[in-house]
């Protein structure tokens, strides 16, 4: 019938425009925090140039993706404003504050990051936020931390580095991080450890556990892990 299939488009139009409202005010939300803790995030970006940390610069989209996929379920939820969401959002700030002014850039970065799905939680509602929940927090996989795993992960290098040179009968003199071999002396320096890799493979490997929670119905994506080198990048398929 000619009513019911104007009827039909009505509600298909209503429910897009629905769900591009709810994703305009989870970007609003985020764009806000960007803005009002503007040098934070602009540390955050200058340290993602860092090969260790280009990571980063992927996962603002992916979780944009991700977001755009739940937009359906996102527009069903009530929104209504969360009174105890407050609570951590004050803490949150306070702690932005107190790591600011003794210089503890990674608790502030950490802190400006949560503000965002905790102002999602604090000012659309609880349904919403726990809809969002998992592209929301995988915000925070974009802080770069992990520099002081770089002795732990060097070590471990090297005994690696040690075991495999003498199973291959190479001669070999070890002091610290410091090999003698018979073609000259090496060094395991901190570009070896593999900080960059294990980070990339936690984020590809947290990612793929999202996918295999949703399901064969998900969808595939691809992400970009840039090397070590900025002209070698790798590309790895994951289901979402």
Do not use: K
Not at 6 to 12: D, E, F, G, R, Y
Not at 33 to 52: E, H, K, P, R
Not at 119 to 134: E, K, T
Not at 162 to 177: K, S
């Amino acid at each position: 019938m000619p009513g019911e299939t104007v009827n039909s488009a009505a509600i298909t139009n209503r429910l897009a425009h629905r769900e591009l409202a709810v994703l305009a005010l989870i970007a609003g939300i985020a764009a806000f925090v960007v803005v009002l803790y503007g040098s934070t995030f602009a540390s955050m970006a200058a340290i993602w140039q860092s090969s260790d940390y280009r990571h980063g610069l992927i996962i603002p989209p992916i979780c944009a993706y991700l977001l755009w996929r739940l937009r359906g379920r996102l527009a069903a939820s009530e929104l209504q404003p969360c009174l105890w969401g407050i609570a951590p959002l004050i803490g949150l700030v306070g702690l932005w504050f107190v790591a600011r002014a003794v210089g503890v850039q990674v608790v502030e970065q950490f802190a400006a990051i949560l503000l965002i799905p905790v102002s999602v939680l604090a000012f659309l509602g609880w349904p919403l936020a726990r809809s969002a929940m998992f592209p929301l927090l995988f915000l925070v996989v974009a802080v770069p931390v992990g520099d002081g795993l770089l002795p732990q992960l060097m070590q471990i290098t090297a005994d690696i580095s040690t075991g495999l040179l003498r199973a291959a009968g190479v001669p070999e003199f070890r002091e610290g991080q410091f090999f003698s071999l018979p073609g000259g002396t090496f060094e395991v320096a901190s570009v070896c450890a593999g900080l960059g890799h294990l980070i990339a493979g936690t984020v590809i490997a947290r990612a793929h556990a999202r996918g295999a929670r949703a399901g064969p119905e998900g969808r595939s994506f691809r992400i970009e892990q840039i090397g070590e080198d900025d002209s070698v990048i790798s590309t790895q398929r994951t289901d979402i």
